[in-house]
């Protein structure tokens, strides 16, 4: 059900020369704007029991008020990946997470978002997801709809191949989205449409032609 909702996705591109060939650059944020609620917390409340769940977010607490006077959201999120996934071998939360999009796709993406999606791929265009969110919970989801790249908040391997519940990049929202499509597609880069729901999405949007804001509202 998953792969027929999402597409016949191609596998992400890495390649740079890729990258840069094509019609147009179109770029989208994932939660809230073609998901309709949060796909990290939503996956980590799916793989784990209700009850582990619930004495995660007791233990979380103490970051969600701390965020009531810092306000970064990157702290706040680094803490649930060090509550939920620190030490997990990086293999399983990928084999978790593709499973995850495999069960829940239908629940989270907007029917709207993914007429648009397609809309840009019969043309051609050159889609690229750009989120705050955890690369490896979003890439099953990016491959699926057959993105060109994502570009994403990475998560900290150990030499082992474990999570550290650290981040291995900047939390990518704000500044940081454009920062990071200059650094693969040029200084010069400019988008033919960009779509965002909030404020983290505001920079990514002044480069676009077309700037979507919160031009999503289906439910799934």
């Given at each position: 059900m ?10 992400l ?8 060939e094509?019609i147009?650059l179109?770029a989208?944020d994932?939660?809230g704007?073609?998901t ?6 939503a996956?980590?409340k799916w ?11 007791i233990?979380l607490?103490p970051?969600?008020i701390?965020y009531?006077?810092?306000?970064n ?20 939360v990928?084999?978790q ?12 993406l907007?029917p709207?978002?993914?007429?648009s ?7 051609q ?9 955890p690369?490896?919970i979003?890439?099953?989801f ?8 994502l ?6 391997v150990?030499a082992?191949?474990?999570l550290?519940g650290?981040f291995?990049?900047?939390n990518?929202r704000?500044?940081?989205k454009v920062?990071r499509?200059?650094a693969?597609f ?10 965002g ?12 032609e077309?700037?979507g ?7 799934p």
């Amino acid at each position: 059900m998953a792969r027929k909702l999402l597409g016949a996705g191609a596998p992400l591109r890495q390649s740079a020369d890729d990258m840069l060939e094509g019609i147009g650059l179109v770029a989208y944020d994932f939660d809230g704007t073609i998901t309709a609620r949060d796909s990290f917390m939503a996956f980590l409340k799916w793989r784990v029991p209700r009850g582990r769940y619930a004495r995660g977010l007791i233990r979380l607490l103490p970051a969600a008020i701390f965020y009531l006077f810092h306000r970064n959201r990157g702290r706040l999120k680094a803490a649930a990946v060090k509550e939920f996934l620190a030490g997990l071998p990086k293999e399983t939360v990928e084999a978790q997470a593709l499973a995850f999009v495999e069960n829940q796709a239908t629940n989270l993406l907007r029917p709207d978002a993914l007429r648009s999606w397609r809309y840009w791929q019969q043309r051609q265009a050159r889609l690229v997801i750009v989120t705050a969110s955890p690369d490896l919970i979003v890439a099953p989801f990016a491959r699926g709809l057959g993105a060109e790249a994502l570009i994403a908040t990475e998560l900290a391997v150990d030499a082992f191949g474990r999570l550290t519940g650290g981040f291995a990049t900047p939390n990518c929202r704000g500044p940081e989205k454009v920062k990071r499509l200059r650094a693969i597609f040029g200084d010069d880069v400019r988008l033919a449409a960009a779509y965002g729901d909030t404020s983290g999405d505001t920079e990514m949007l002044r480069i676009a032609e077309h700037a979507g804001y919160r031009e999503f509202r289906e439910k799934p």
